[in-house]
């Protein structure tokens, strides 16, 4: 099986859509030999944070000698990015041999009349298959939606981790914070520790399955804390220097490349989380720790580029709370300077509240579609926007649009989904020749 082929499989031989439920994922990975129990793991769920922190704790194992593996979605470009280890992307030769495996158990499966698995599942057993293969020691693993039925909830690890609870598929998830927060709980498993950045009221729900699971919880400011700024006022895109306090005294201090405030809480999970790790691993010491920390990398998270004289941020945000994110940290790194967006959201998404946040009178946006059936109607946004708006019919058009729009001294912002930014990042290439992680 070639890559092309492996990606083919994935897209056309599974239950189409979001199928909750670990029935499938259960009996695939018992048909591979169960490779998830062949390493220790660390399970990691949350509305928003999620990827930052599994990025953290996997940076961090891995310099401290520690082979490590990090499943991660959705991918910005190739679905290579997904399986991850030490800090290199699977090889689409190694993938697609994944792939065939698994695609060999599946059609066992349906032959033996059993329901088909979803594309999630099938590439998060290859992911477990690989790791096992490779050998790796420890696995960092995001979960893909909610958590209680999420279909990487099948591992049983050495540290739970919830990073925050906000509105977000609330179709899957529930419609308040309580239920949301029950969902994601629900990764929770008997007598492991749980480390978590929620909030009340999701903490208090999150508590009490910790305590019906006997598991030790860590709660932001209640466990851990932390404090942080940037590592040099002048240049905000430098960094930031964070110092995370665990309740019995002892401190960590690093400097992470990430910007925004909420990248000092998702370190200060990461952080609580490789402590707890760091009571039986020797290996991960304190150097390691803070070295795997300073070199990590996450893209598409409020990233900044230079597209020619312009400034250029690609952000992920794709509901309230990422927004809320996104505007704050804009204002840290950006001040007033005048914005230019290109705007690009999935139908699901609860994109009118998101608008009333996100743009200003005097910002000019851009809406264009995302590349998938799920993408809002980029004439209707347009329409409800509280400013200048425009639509285009692509990506690319959309893209031209923007860029012709933007004066000098203007920061043109592209948010609303990473489903775009795989577009986008090979628009950045062609058009301007840069080389992004």
Known sequence: M???ESIYYLE???VFGIQMGLGRIEALLERLGNPQNQYRTIHV???NGKGSTTAMIASALTHAGIKTGRYTSPHLEDYTERIHV?????????FAAAVAVVAEAVEDMAAAGA???????????????HFAQVHVEYAVIEVGLGGLLDSTNVIVPDVSVITNVAMDHMKYCGNTIEEIAAVKAGIIKEGVPVVTTAEPPALQVIARRAYEMHSCL???????DYSGNLADAEHPQAGQIVTVREKYGFDVTATIPLMGRHQQTNCAAAVMTLLLIARHEPRLTRTALEEGLARVCWPGRFQVVKAGETDVVIDGAHNPAGISTFCQTYGDVFGSRKRVFLFSVLADKDYTHMVQELFHPDDYVVCAPAPTPRTADPKTMAAMLPCRADWEDSMDAGLDRAFAA?????VLCIVGSLYIQGDVRQYLR???SISLQ
């Open 218 to 224: 860590y709660a932001l400011h209640y466990g851990f």
């Open 86 to 94: 030490d800090g290199t992307d699977i090889s689409r030769t190694d």
């Open 45 to 47: 769920t949350g509305t």
């Open 12 to 14: 056309h031989a599974s």
């Open 430 to 432: 062609e058009h301007f």
């Open 115 to 129: 329901e088909r698995p979803t594309e999630f599942e099938m590439i998060t057993a290859a992911a477990f298959w």
């Open 406 to 410: 933007v004066h000098p001294g203007d």
């Open 2 to 4: 070639t890559y092309e």
